[in-house]
């Protein structure tokens, strides 16, 4: 995984990243992969709502299961706050 942020500065071709996720309510999102980041020894994954790109992003702990890589919620509150800590100072850094 890298922090390479995806965007029309890059100079190479990008295969969109698509993951259905259900939220709580049990609706179906169509998520698009953002970004990825790592904090410590922890990779991260920041997805979009494909079909609305103006709410707000959700962050997901990535961890290997045997040879693929899936999803996880992030469901401690330390871990949540170390997370968004990082994720906000990079959210600064891109607005800058």
Known sequence: ???HVH???CDHEHEE???V???EDGNEHEMVLVYTFESGDQAYAVLLDRND???DGVIFRIEEDGED???VNIEDDEEW???M???EEMAAQEAD
Do not use: G, I, Q
């Open 1 to 3: 995984m890298s922090d």
């Open 21 to 23: 996720v259900t939220d």
């Open 17 to 19: 990243a698509v993951f």
């Open 85 to 87: 800590k990082v994720y």
């Open 7 to 9: 965007d029309e500065n």
């Open 53 to 55: 790109p103006d709410d």
């Open 69 to 71: 890589e899936v999803l």
């Open 81 to 83: 706050d170390r997370v």
